[in-house]
């Protein structure tokens, strides 16, 4: 089977299929974003969300939020804690197992006797992260990317800074 080299997230599944060996692995996208939540547009919300990437039909632009957090009372460490969470829950959906411990190592409180029952059994499925998406300021909140209002560069790799016109290499 061929696939499109236009379309990475699709490659990406499909690689990712043949590293572990699994016949079926359900591939799902992160999108991040800012959404005013206001009239005028002074107040936002940053909601990051799983979306299907490849889904075509109505279903093509859906975006299945899985935290949103005021603007206001985001500071530095919070989306590093966000992700810190998300990256743990991405790791077993790719093993396919339950969880047998929380996010921070500890084990589970009395108040998740369900969780703690299925603790260590199979998902049933595998799913793994093929594409993650995002406006700037969602990288830069992720990724740690300088911000626009930075005089940084945007890559580790490339010497170019913010307003350079030319680089000499």
Known sequence: MRLSTSYRPKRHLHKLKQKFGLKDLLGFGIHGDGVPNNYD?????????????????????????????????????????IMEVIAWSLRHLQAGVHPERRHDGTRWNASDKQRSRKSGQPLGFNASLVEVRGDWDFYSKVFHFPYHSELDGICWLCPCKRRQDHIFL
């Open 41 to 81: 547009r002074t107040e936002s919300v940053h909601v990051v969300s799983i979306n299907l990437p490849g889904v075509g039909g109505k279903f093509a632009r859906m975006r299945i939020p899985i935290c949103a957090v005021p603007s206001s009372k985001i500071c530095d460490e919070t989306m590093d804690a």
